[in-house]
């Protein structure tokens, strides 16, 4: 037979895999999935970082919530305190940011494909999606909470290091003084998650629906996210943080020293500030947050479109 007697439904053209930068693909290998959330968190957390310890001083009443501005606020403790002051705790953040990320965007991968079929992966699933990053959120707190208690006490104690601090929690308080605040953290953070995925997935759909690697819109995207959910939860943060502080020599309310479950930490808030309370420190949560999820949206799309690639 010759070419010209070839019908063309006869000839059979190579397809080019079409790659969904939504998820790794389903042979992606456990350490590119590990390594994509490591980066990212390691990026999140430290890039931001001073910012999150003006917030710390403003929950845990070691600072005055004042009309200044957070730049001015960082000038005043970087002349007082040295200009690394805001930036002491950090080793602890990196510690804990990668593997605990790493679990994060892992799990998140693996309850999405098992949660939605592979047939609708590309589809709008708002509450699926939500599911595995409640999930994910669950798995990786449970690495990241002592390293986040670690974080907060030396942020208000600077001169302090990691592991002296770490040793004077364990020796002073015991084990559950890391993860007295676990439940409250689950209590922000599974909702926390559940929303970043939903809104992050939801507004790529929406400014992306082919799915394409696109730097800018994943950092739009993941700064939309992040900002709403930042706002969402800064009530459950702020109580948070008076539980991981509450051992801390610069706290000095002794309604503070003495909160040591959700309800007294929620009693102390409200009897010092009344429902002002709840929303210490919204203003530098929300600065810091919205620029530190798009930079971990971005870093974890990037990271996986290299290891695709």
């Not at 007295?180 to 953290?185: A, E, L, N």
């Not at 939309?224 to 943060?237: E, F, Q, R």
């Amino acid at each position: 037979m010759s070419l010209k007697e070839l019908n063309k439904s006869d000839i059979i053209m190579p397809v080019e895999e079409e790659i969904d930068y939504e998820a790794l693909p389903s042979n992606a290998p456990l350490s590119h999935q590990l390594l994509a959330g490591a980066f990212a968190g390691i990026m999140e957390h430290s890039v931001l970082y001073p910012i999150d310890a003006i917030k710390t001083r403003i929950q845990s009443a070691t600072m005055k919530n004042g009309s200044d501005n957070i730049l001015k606020q960082i000038s005043k403790i970087s002349t007082a305190e040295g200009s690394l002051a805001l930036w002491k705790g950090v080793q602890s953040v990196i510690l804990g940011a990668g593997p605990a990320h790493a679990v994060y965007f892992a799990t998140y991968e693996y309850s999405k494909s098992y949660l939605i079929d592979a047939k609708d992966i590309n589809t709008h699933q708002p509450l699926k999606t939500a599911a595995s990053g409640a999930l994910a959120t669950i798995a990786a707190d449970a690495l990241m909470n002592p390293f986040d208690t670690i974080k907060q006490r030396i942020q208000l104690n600077t001169s302090s290091s990691v592991w002296s601090l770490t040793k004077n929690i364990y020796a002073s308080e015991g084990i559950s003084a890391f993860y007295i605040s676990y439940p409250t953290t689950l209590a922000m953070n599974v909702p926390f998650a559940a929303f970043n995925f939903m809104i992050y997935e939801s507004a790529t759909k929406f400014f992306n629906p082919r799915n394409d690697y696109n730097p800018l819109i994943h950092c739009l995207c993941g700064g939309i996210s992040g900002a709403a959910c930042a706002a969402i939860t800064t009530p459950l943060d702020c109580i948070k943080t008076v539980l991981q502080v509450k051992g801390s020599n610069s706290v000095q309310l002794n309604v503070m020293k003495h909160a040591d479950t959700f309800g007294k930490a929620s009693a102390a808030l409200y009897s010092t500030y009344g429902w002002n309370g709840f929303w210490r420190g919204l203003k530098p949560r929300v600065i810091a947050n919205m620029p530190a999820t798009a930079i971990s949206w971005t870093a974890y799309e990037c990271a996986k479109h290299f290891l695709i690639n």
